[in-house]
């Protein structure tokens, strides 16, 4: 079965909106890599339109041109990308194509296709709560950022039921930027201060 890494950058107040307006600073090898290993890893990417229009406008261009960032833009370019839109869509992009269908059938269909694999996902922060929320996303890769931006979107929306999650890895980049890898979780269950006092670090006399 596929696997799928939806990756994000976000700031410390939980704004995912607008990263290339505060991330670059951070951007650093270390981030390079990650970002690597979510998405230029992947043979298929799941996108949003919005991040897949962002993503079209760009790097073809970028591969075009033969610089530092054209190796990753081919990656980009070879990989299946897949769209989430309710609007009919045409592709200039290569090997691009539109998710048909029920979000949630498809995908899980796209996850039984036959191989290994993995669909990697960047921004696309609507089609990413609908995955969490079906419990469809096996990593999501948090790249959280020692800035609060005080004003946008937000990966989590209030108003809905908690999602408990388990950390799988963490790094400290050196730019302050953590490096968070969570997977699905069982219910935490429930407790009280009675149950957590007991944790409590006691003096010593």
Known sequence: MKKIKAGLFVALDGVVEAPDQWHFPYFND??????????GAADTLLLGRRTYD??????????AAGGQDAP??????????????????RFSWRNSEQLRGDLVEAVIALKNEPGAGTIG????????????????VDELH???HPIAVRRGTRLFE???PPLPLTLVSSQAFRTGVLNLVYGP????????YEDAKAHLSTPER
């Open 30 to 39: 270390e981030m390079g890599a990650a970002v690597d290993a979510t998405l």
């Open 54 to 63: 962002s993503f079209a406008g760009a790097w073809p261009d970028r591969e």
């Open 72 to 89: 990753f833009a081919r990656k980009l370019g070879d990989a299946r990308k897949i769209v989430v839109s309710r609007q009919q869509l």
């Open 121 to 136: 996902m960047s921004g696309s922060v609507s089609v990413v709560r609908q995955l969490l929320d079906a419990g469809l």
């Open 142 to 144: 948090l790249l959280v």
């Open 158 to 160: 209030e108003g809905l």
């Open 185 to 192: 979780a069982e219910s935490v269950g429930d407790a009280t």
